[in-house]
């Protein structure tokens, strides 16, 4: 007989409401597997340039990130009005059934529209991505109040591990199923089939959400106008800074990370397979360490994770320029999971560090803006550096080709990267008590797997601080 799994809080409504978050973590990331994975696929079967993969790529998440502060301060102005109804729960899930149903008319535009479907393809993606950014700064200032402080760190490392393992499943069921479609010659009818089933993934999420306790804050809405508690919380805090720092990354990042798919499927001929099992690799390393980083986060902090993870995701982009081989390009993506997954998490629960309860949906909202107009900017750059950046490099009378202009691309998102790293990570503080550990003892804990170990360990120890 199994065994009951232990409670994630002592109040059981609360517990229960963390479950259903469980639950809807799984079912949003299964979407997001089946459909957001394939977006930039789907435009490239619409035979987008790479231009045209930038936009899609930095125009939608921009333009939704906005809505964040709309719909901060439209809660702002209705718990002010009646603080005794939460209207926290309503506006996520209103915000996702948004979202689910947008996809509907995203898989059919090629046939509605076959003349305007990038386009339409672009403007159905803003929708998309308004639908969770509405929701957005509730969610955070409602799960800052129900996850307890002491056991953040594993409660979102495990929701998180398991979304991944949902979106590393989807990716996989519907890599498959675009392959079975391709080989039949009947591609979009593969890419219809993935977009209905993650509409009814993101359905089932959003009735989770409805499930969920919505408390009375534990901080109750300030009386000041918006504008002036914002400026007032973001005066009295650190977030600001860290939030700089996020989205320059994000930008950085961005100038390269649209452009990986477009590489894999133009220029490398990849089937939809091959491009599926490389996509996979990194939620799967996500997924066997998010555990482990999690509980590293709750006992060496934040500051350390986002400075090792730091020092090996500037490195990632610049890998894909040695070799295109297949087998080469797993080997990658498992180390960009392996750091991404520290980092992101880390970064996550550095928010809520930094922002007190009573100002956290305003703050992220801040925050999560920020970091979109880095996507813009980055996107947006990486687009119009791939269309102008040779196929050639030459030094003197001795001329090479590159296989793509791409290269130059990631090559500049590698520079990027380091500079914003010691821009900022030296100013970045802990601001809760934890033990001390070293960056290479961090590696170790977080692999377990020598030969892995090794390798990350000639790349990060060398950069360790003495005490």
């Not at 009005?81 to 729960?89: D, G, N, T, W, Y």
């Not at 076959?114 to 700064?137: D, F, K, R």
Request: net charge positive; proline share 7%.
């Amino acid at each position: 007989m199994a065994r009951p799994s232990p409670p994630l809080a002592k109040d059981p409504m609360v517990d229960r409401s963390l479950r259903h978050s469980l639950r809807d973590g799984i079912f949003f990331s299964a979407m997001i597997g089946t459909a957001e994975n394939y977006f930039s696929a789907f435009a490239v079967f619409l035979r987008a340039s790479t231009a045209q993969v930038a936009w899609l790529a930095a125009l939608p998440p921009v333009l939704a990130a906005f809505s964040q502060l709309g719909s901060a301060w439209l809660g702002h102005r209705l718990e002010t009005a009646r603080p005794e109804r939460p209207q926290r729960r309503r506006l996520i899930v209103i915000g996702a059934l948004l979202q689910a149903f947008v996809l509907i008319p995203l898989a059919l535009l090629p046939l509605a529209l076959p003349t305007l479907a990038l386009p339409v393809l672009v403007t159905c993606a803003v929708v998309y991505y308004v639908g969770p950014n509405l929701g957005s700064p509730h969610w955070g200032s409602l799960m800052g109040d129900l996850v307890p402080e002491t056991r953040r760190g594993r409660y979102f490392a495990l929701r998180t591990r398991l979304s991944s393992l949902a979106n590393f499943s989807a990716l996989l069921g519907a890599g498959l199923t675009l392959h079975a479609f391709d080989a039949l010659g009947r591609t979009y009818g593969g890419f219809l089939v993935i977009f209905f089933c993650a509409a009814a993934f993101r359905l089932t999420s959003a009735w989770h959400l409805l499930q969920m306790h919505d408390p009375a804050q534990k901080a109750p809405a300030s009386k000041k106008a918006w504008g002036k508690e914002l400026k007032s919380a973001l005066r009295q805090t650190s977030l600001l800074r860290f939030s700089l720092f996020y989205a320059t990354m994000q930008a950085a990042v961005a100038l390269a990370s649209p452009f990986f798919s477009l590489y894999m499927l133009r220029d490398l001929e990849f089937s939809y397979l091959a491009f599926m099992v490389n996509t996979a690799a990194s939620m799967g390393v996500q997924f066997l360490t998010l555990s482990r980083w999690g509980r590293l986060s709750d006992l060496f902090g934040n500051r350390l994770i986002l400075g090792t993870t730091g020092l090996l995701i500037p490195l990632l982009p610049s890998l894909w320029v040695l070799s295109p081989n297949p087998f080469y390009l797993l080997f990658v993506q498992a180390i960009s999971g392996l750091a991404w997954a520290g980092f992101t998490l880390s970064a996550t629960n550095s928010v809520f560090d930094l922002t007190p309860p009573e100002s956290r949906r305003n703050l992220m909202a801040v925050h999560n803006v920020l970091a979109a107009l880095g996507v813009f900017v980055g996107a947006t750059l990486g687009g119009w550096l791939g269309t102008v950046l040779p196929s050639t490099v030459s030094f003197g009378d001795a001329t090479w080709p590159w296989l793509s202009p791409l290269y130059g691309v990631f090559l500049i998102s590698t520079v990027a990267r380091l500079a914003v790293v010691f821009a900022f990570l030296p100013q970045l503080k802990e601001l809760r008590k934890v033990r001390p550990m070293s960056r290479s003892g961090l590696i170790f804990r977080v692999t377990r797997i020598q030969p892995l170990s090794g390798m990350v360990f000639e790349v990060v120890g060398r950069f360790r601080r003495k005490p």
